[in-house]
């Protein structure tokens, strides 16, 4: 076959198209930083999960450890289910407690980790016991009226 | 009065069912060319030839356009998210909106403009010159000789243009954000990185932009199929393949965006 050039242009054209492809995808994108690492799935229990979100970030004293997999309601315990993807590379003793925070004032929520002091590690398909739910505003500013009030009723 | 007003009617009724019967054929023509599809796998070389036509000579317009919408998201996003004390966020803003729907709508309005219209010409006038006819003579199949090449090239090349203006959109971002605003480089990538997930956000673009390059090309060469063989009539089917390319690409984008919202999380 004779080459033409045609064909270099195409080649060029496609491969240019790829590569901003493949920049989008590494650079911008979440590609390639977290897949290369396998993962170790844990389940936490919470009464209230607030806005949290599927892919949500996984963080133990501010660094990302992993994300959020699932989050399934538990219809036997009235409670969300929510499943951690954790990193292989990071390990965890048993007691570690999980609770849903917030980022910024009104930034997203992840998922904050508290490693206890436990000898024996967190393992695939165990089960986060220590749990602290999500701060609901409304739920907090009923509690700060109610307690007013009882203040209040007490002082007469 | 009453004649007025049902010569409207009339006019109006014509105009639907003209836009009516033209949509049915367009659809009936899609699947015409997918059907004389055969000799562009064949022979690709016809393929690669639209390709350089319609996708290579549009780099330049795409890549600079995607620099400037780049630039100025940068721009605009850092003014409103300072006010928040949010400007760190400012690679997630320019990168989302890029990846997301910029990137695939201003491309594919761009490409419809500067490849759609040149394949309506073309096309059109091949008609009014009869050289369409004159290949049917030479038992040569204006389908598979002449659209359907057409017709593949943009299908291929319009997801890649969308790339690289979504890519270029976000190293325009990046020279306002980081170098001439002075956001601070780590945090720039490392939202951004965080926010844009590859599945969710860049292949749905790339599906959208897929979608927008089918589109666009089969309305382009459907109108200078359809031309009436004349100069005005050759115009009139440029003018018309880029509006209802501009309108088909934005209807289009509202629909998928409403599928793909769907579940998101």
């Known amino acids: 076959m004779e080459r033409t050039t045609i064909d270099l242009w195409f080649g060029a054209f496609v491969m240019a198209g790829f590569a901003a492809l493949l920049v989008l995808a590494l650079k911008a994108g979440n590609l390639g930083a977290e897949r290369a690492n396998a993962t170790y799935r844990v389940e936490a229990r919470f009464d209230n999960i607030g806005g949290l979100k599927v892919r949500a970030p996984v963080r133990s004293s501010g660094v990302l450890v992993g994300r959020v997999a699932d989050i399934r309601f538990d219809n036997e315990r009235f409670q969300a289910s929510v499943i951690l993807a954790l990193d ?14 917030t980022s910024g004032l009104l930034g997203e929520q992840y998922v904050g980790l508290d490693a206890g002091g436990d000898d024996k590690k967190l393992a695939d398909g165990d089960r986060v016991t220590i749990t602290q739910s999500a701060v609901v505003l409304e739920r907090l500013i009923g509690q700060l009226l109610f307690s007013k009030a009882q203040e209040d009723g007490a002082k007469k | 009065m009453l ?14 069912i003209e836009n009516v019967w033209r949509a049915g054929a367009m659809l009936r023509f899609f699947f015409v060319v997918l059907a004389a599809s055969g000799t ?26 995607g620099l400037f919408v780049g630039m100025v998201l940068g721009l605009q996003g850092f003014e409103t998210l300072q006010k928040y004390g949010a400007q760190d966020s400012i690679g ?15 491309a594919a309005l761009l490409f419809a403009s500067r490849a759609g219209s040149a394949i309506t010409a073309e096309i059109g006038l091949m008609k009014a010159t009869e050289q369409l006819t004159a290949m049917d003579m030479m038992a040569v199949s204006p389908m598979a000789r002449v659209i ?6 943009g299908v291929i090349s319009m997801p890649l243009l969308a790339a690289m203006f979504s890519a270029m959109g976000v190293f325009g971002g990046y020279i306002v954000g ?13 939202q951004m990185q965080a926010a844009v997930d590859f599945q ?22 459907f109108e200078g199929f359809d031309a009436p063989p004349t100069a005005e009539g050759v115009s009139g089917a440029t003018t018309r393949t880029v509006v209802s390319s501009a309108l088909t690409i934005l209807a289009l984008d509202l629909v998928l965006t409403a599928f793909m919202l769907r579940g998101g999380t």
């Open chain 2, 40 to 65: 562009s796998v064949r022979r690709f070389r016809l393929v690669m030839r639209e390709v350089y036509f319609t996708g290579v000579l549009s780099l330049i317009i795409i890549i600079v356009s």
């Open chain 1, 88 to 101: 292989t590379r990071y390990g965890f003793p048993k007691d570690t407690s999980a609770s849903i925070l």
């Open chain 2, 92 to 106: 997630v803003l320019v990168a989302l909106s890029l990846v997301r729907e910029l990137g695939p709508v201003v």
């Open chain 2, 178 to 190: 980081v170098v001439l605003v002075g956001v601070d480089p780590g945090a720039f990538w490392s």
């Open chain 2, 200 to 221: 969710y956000d860049v292949m749905n673009g790339v599906v959208k932009s897929f979608v927008f390059g089918i589109a666009v090309t089969v309305i382009a060469t």
């Open chain 2, 3 to 16: 004649s007025r007003a049902s010569r409207t009617l009339t006019r109006v009724g014509h105009n639907f």
């Open chain 2, 148 to 153: 359907a090449p057409r017709f593949w090239a």
